[in-house]
């Protein structure tokens, strides 16, 4: 069986390994003469900039790529996990270690609101149940039939899942900052706590179960330990090549065709690919049916992201791995962003630090970060050409002021992405983060499904569709398609 794989995203990479596991003959196609999609790797003096993903999490989905194929992980990659895991800071400096100690974080919720302690725990095991049914059980299942979907609903709505991930959180913590940390993890996946479906509260719990772990070398490191691996099992694959055409013969696909006008012809084309962009650009739009059409128009998408990537030469000792820094009008801000469609200079920004577990990723006596602050994706028309130094100067700014004290000087290397790379350099319908949000209406059956509802022979691994974003998620994409095909 011949097996296409459009674009190298771990979703991809993995889809490539399973299908390989599967005696499929696999070539993995990729638009950049680099693979890892999101997780690529800018190189730039010395500083090791991983593009994207950074906090590792259910590192056994990694491991189970090697496995496959009888080979032991730590052959090719090095993961270690993380003992503060986020510092959280505040508008007035006060500070949160979360972590999965939990004398430390119940004696810091203490400090902060006494009577939240108890609601904590109960928060904590209410998201082991959301865990055990939307991990364990369902982020595997293919959702391609309405069938299975409306078997879900009723243990999902015993879960709440019509509730927003803040307002499940609120209703056992009463404390306005505590609330903040304990629902932000919607945003590692592209959506607004105050508007994704609770289901989302299972990352809360998938965190304390494994850890959060860092990949020596940088994530980048996987990427070319699962680049090694694709290439020992006979992968074919393609780096510099965009695929411009799927080529179908009625509803049935046939192959691909290359910028080069290669044409290759396959059994499956599977598309790691923004499965909106693939849908309006890749195929003959004009032949799906109104009420596929219907669901692809009323789709709505996450927001976009503003990443800095700077150098600096001297080392800012006291600044952990991951740090989280909350604006004042959070609620505000996330709604600018994610309805409004505005900017606002009330930022909350994520920063990250390798260098403070990796002394590898700078050069010696240096420090290397990225920040990326969440801004609106591509359909606010904002032109990021006049927008994009703006905002770099804005979050210097804010993080000489509460984080690192006279960066500007520091700076020896620097480079930004806006939202019109992830539309124009990673194919991403506009300019999104983490493609289509993660809203109850737009999960499991809802999303686009891993087996085209359309085409025959097309399938779809990746963020936008089941499971969804962060690389749990679309490594657990890969496993729905290994069942499916
Ligand atoms: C800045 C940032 C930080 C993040 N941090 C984290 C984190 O800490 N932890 C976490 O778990 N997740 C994180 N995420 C989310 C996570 O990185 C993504 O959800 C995940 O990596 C997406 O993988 P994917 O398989 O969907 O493919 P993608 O990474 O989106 O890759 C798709 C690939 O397809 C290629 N492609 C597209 N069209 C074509 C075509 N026509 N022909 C050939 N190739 C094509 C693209 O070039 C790209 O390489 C982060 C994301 C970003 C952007």
Not at 347 to 353: E, G, Q, V
């Amino acid at each position: 069986m011949k097996s296409i794989v459009i674009g190298s995203g771990f979703g991809g990479i993995a889809a490539a390994l399973r299908l390989k596991a599967k005696n499929h003959n696999v070539t993995l196609i990729e638009k950049h003469p680099d693979l890892g999609g999101r997780a690529r790797v800018f190189k730039k003096n010395g500083f090791i900039f991983d593009g994207g993903p950074t906090v590792i999490t259910a590192p056994y989905l990694i491991n189970e790529l090697f496995e496959l194929f009888n080979k032991k992980p730590e052959n090719y990659i090095k993961l270690t996990p993380l003992k503060t895991w986020y510092r959280f800071i505040f508008e007035d400096g006060s500070k949160f270690d979360y972590s999965g100690d939990e004398f430390q974080m119940k004696n810091q919720i203490e400090k902060i609101n006494k009577d939240d302690v108890k609601g904590y725990e109960k928060l904590v095991k209410f998201t082991k149940k959301i865990f055990d049914k939307g991990f364990t059980e369902l982020a595997d299942v293919p959702f391609d039939k309405p069938l299975i979907m409306i078997k879900q609903l009723p243990a999902l709505l015993k879960l709440k899942s019509y509730k927003s991930v803040y307002s499940l959180v609120s209703s056992y913590i009463k404390n306005e900052k505590l609330r903040r940390i304990l629902s932000m993890h919607p945003l590692l996946v592209g959506g607004n706590p105050f508007t994704t479906t609770s289901i989302y509260g299972l990352i809360l719990y998938l965190e304390k179960k494994w850890g959060i772990h860092y990949s020596i070398g940088g994530t980048g490191h996987i990427i070319n330990g699962l680049e090694k691996l694709m290439k020992e099992e006979n992968i074919d694959i393609i780096k510099g090549h965009e695929v411009t055409n799927i080529i179908s013969s009625g509803n049935k696909i046939q192959g691909i065709k290359l910028d080069n006008q290669k044409v290759i012809n396959a059994d499956n084309v599977i598309c790691n690919a923004d499965p909106s962009a693939v849908y309006e650009k890749l195929l003959d739009i004009q032949k799906f049916s109104s009420s596929f059409m219907w669901k692809k128009k009323r789709m709505q998408y996450s927001m976009g992201l503003f990443v800095y990537y700077f150098g600096t030469k001297k080392t800012y000792d006291n600044v952990e791995h991951h740090t989280i820094k909350f604006g004042e009008k959070y609620k505000e801000h996330l709604d600018d962003i994610f309805n409004k469609k505005k900017l606002n200079d009330d930022i909350s920004y994520y920063l990250h630090r390798p260098s403070a577990t990796d002394k590898s990723m700078a050069p010696k006596g240096h420090d290397c970060f990225y920040v990326l602050v969440p801004v609106p994706n591509n359909q606010s028309r904002i032109d990021w050409s006049i927008e994009g130094d703006k905002i770099k100067n804005l979050v210097i700014d804010k993080m000489e002021q509460s984080l690192l004290p006279n960066l500007r000087e520091s700076i020896v290397e620097d480079f930004y992405l806006t939202p019109d790379y992830f539309e124009k350099e990673l194919n991403t319908k506009h300019g999104s983060g983490f493609s289509i949000q993660p809203k109850f209406t737009q999960s499991a059956y809802f999303r686009f499904h891993n087996k085209s509802e359309v085409c025959e022979g097309l399938y779809f691994v990746g963020a936008g569709t089941h499971p969804g974003a962060g690389v749990p998620g679309v490594l657990s994409s890969a496993k729905v398609l290994s069942k499916i095909l």
